[in-house]
Structure formats: structure tokens, C-alpha cells
């Protein structure tokens, strides 16, 4: 069975850091491009972050722009999320996922989610 399971998620204040990790199984990882998106309550899903390969490329939303960097070592099927300067704003459920590089911002185009796991800024 395909799986994506996140992890590392929690409660820091404001200008925290914290390292998200998504491992996957039951499928092709080291070809998928895997992806991050976030929802806060009340708020439609925002496409976070991505990356094609261990080499890149990479993307972000620019909200997270120079905060956040994104990572994968494919021999342990790990996707990492490293999340510096955090904000109130960054309050979330984050959910990775296995995509295709040029729809990745596409919530409808995801092949496979995440559980989700729960990140909370506060001041």
C-alpha cells in the first residue's frame, strides 16, 4: 500500500524552528516529485513547497521564501521540510505529497496525502 507519513510537527513561538519529515512507501519515491501543502483553520489549502530531486529543483511559496528549505534523501525515502523564522501565520496541518513537477501547486493533482501533521505558532 502506498503511504505518505509525516512527522515532527508541534508548538514553538514565535522565530522557532522545527524539521518536518515525510517518509514514503508502497511506491515509486525516488521518481516522484513530493510536495508540501499547509491548511490553517478556515483557510483553503496553500502549496507550500516542492522537490523533484535530490538535486532539485526546488519551489516555494513565497510566503515562505527564505524561511523554509526542503530536502530529500531517497535511499531513506525521506522528504524534509526545515521551517526557521516561524510565524503566526505559519499555523497549520502540513501535509506532504507525492505529485508531478508541473502540477505540484494543484491540489486536485496529487497522487497520494499525508495524514497531516499539526504545526502552531504562537507570540
Known amino acids: 500500500e502506498a503511504q505518505l507519513v509525516e512527522s515532527g510537527g508541534g508548538s514553538v513561538q514565535v522565530g522557532g524552528s522545527l524539521k518536518l519529515a515525510c517518509v514514503g512507501s508502497?511506491?515509486?519515491?525516488?521518481?516522484?516529485?513530493i510536495a508540501w501543502f499547509r491548511q490553517a483553520p478556515g483557510k483553503d489549502l496553500e502549496a507550500v513547497s516542492s522537490i523533484k530531486s535530490v538535486y532539485g529543483p526546488t519551489a516555494y511559496a513565497d510566503s515562505v521564501k527564505g524561511r523554509f528549505r526542503i530536502s530529500r534523501d531517497n535511499a531513506r525515502r525521506v522528504v524534509y521540510l526545515e521551517m526557521n523564522w516561524l510565524k503566526p501565520e505559519d499555523t497549520a496541518v502540513y501535509h506532504c505529497t507525492a505529485t508531478s513537477w508541473d502540477v505540484w501547486t494543484r491540489p486536485e493533482e496529487q497522487r497520494l496525502w499525508g495524514q497531516g501533521t499539526q504545526v502552531t505558532v504562537s507570540s
Open positions: 508502497g511506491f515509486n519515491f525516488e521518481d516522484s516529485t
